[in-house]
């Protein structure tokens, strides 16, 4: 199992979401933490990034996060809703 770090940035945005969707959110994080190459959840390759950037695509909210396979670490870089992530 890997494990996760949240940046302060996508910490904020955690924080401001209601309870109702922070379950929902931790939820999903914890099956990312078991397996961040899960078929069932929505992840997609960053384009232009790195090339161990990803976003997790969960409702209308989106989490950039890279992949240390060597350290078996997950960190979660930014988070935000859809329409404000990429810019």
Do not use: C, H, T, W
Not at 31 to 53: F, H, M, T, V, W
């Amino acid at each position: 199992m890997y494990a996760l770090k949240i940046e302060k940035k996508a910490e904020k945005f955690l924080n401001k979401l209601s309870a109702k969707d922070q379950d929902i959110v931790f939820i999903k994080l914890e099956a990312l933490r078991s397996d961040p190459y899960r078929n069932n959840l929505d992840i997609k390759k960053l384009k232009g990034g790195s090339g161990n950037e990803y976003i997790l695509r969960i409702r209308d909210f989106r989490f950039i996060y890279k992949i240390y396979n060597q350290e078996l670490i997950i960190i979660i870089i930014d988070a935000n809703f859809r329409k404000d992530i990429y810019r």
